[in-house]
T-cell receptor
Framework: SQQGEEDPQALSIQEGENATMNCSYKTSINNLQWYRQNSGRGLVHLILIRSNEREKHSGRLRVTLDTSKKSSSLLITASRAADTASYFCATVSISSGSARQLTFGSGTQLTVLP | EAQVTQNPRYLITVTGKKLTVTCSQNMNHEYMSWYRQDPGLGLRQIYYSMNVEVTDKGDVPEGYKVSRKEKRNFPLILESPSPNQTSLYFC???????????FGSGTRLTVV
């Protein structure tokens, strides 16, 4: 079953603008990760934020995590046409056993117009 | 180069003909996982493995088998493929649960 729901499903912005994508999840997590996927290709890991962290930065990316609301956001600043892709959040849940799974959200399709 | 290698990239097969999609990683990662991606359904986990000889079902394991006899390899086996297994498949690996996953380039499978 899908852990996360992402909002919006699609986002279209002009080059240079900021893009914000949101992710909500259902269960308690160990960490939350964001991935990018260019059309039909493999996913690329962008950033990981642990459950005890509230904000993390990597280059033009800023991720926030609110475990009380079970939500996260990904901000891409000064977007470029090359940022056009689908973006997925994924969570590692705390399960009853030792096994932990990475479960993906539904994704946001970002289009950056030149 | 650190990578996850899947083969084949594309495969068309007929219903019922057993097939194996191979996955190999050269990063000495403990965790490996298989996903399928379908339009409107996103990425769903099929099986995952935390180490050699340790595997567990994901969300959609029916019709699939896996094995982890060596740390680097995690093949996905379809004993009797059916058309509803037509999908884009990804293998991924990670050193441990608190790290991101490295994904393969994908295998596009069509079962007719």
């Amino acid at each position: 079953s899908q852990q996360g729901e992402e909002d919006p499903q699609a986002l279209s912005i002009q080059e240079g603008e900021n893009a914000t994508m949101n992710c909500s999840y259902k269960t308690s997590i160990n960490n939350l990760q964001w991935y990018r996927q260019n059309s039909g290709r493999g996913l690329v890991h962008l950033i990981l934020i642990r459950s005890n962290e509230r904000e993390k930065h990597s280059g033009r990316l800023r991720v926030t995590l609110d475990t009380s609301k079970k939500s996260s956001s990904l901000l891409i600043t000064a977007s470029r046409a090359a940022d056009t892709a689908s973006y997925f959040c994924a969570t590692v849940s705390i399960s009853s056993g030792s096994a932990r799974q990475l479960t993906f959200g539904s994704g946001t399709q970002l289009t950056v117009l030149p | 180069e650190a990578q996850v290698t899947q083969n084949p990239r594309y495969l068309i097969t007929v219903t019922g003909k057993k097939l194996t999609v191979t996955c190999s990683q050269n990063m000495n990662h403990e965790y490996m996982s298989w996903y399928r991606q379908d339009p409107g359904l996103g990425l769903r986990q099929i099986y995952y493995s935390m180490n050699v000889e340790v595997t567990d079902k994901g969300d959609v394991p029916e019709g699939y088998k896996v094995s982890r006899k060596e740390k680097r390899n995690f093949p996905l086996i379809l004993e009797s493929p059916s058309p509803n297994q037509t999908s884009l498949y990804f293998c991924a690996s990670s050193p441990q649960e608190s790290y991101g996953y490295t994904f393969g380039s994908g295998t596009r499978l069509t079962v007719v």
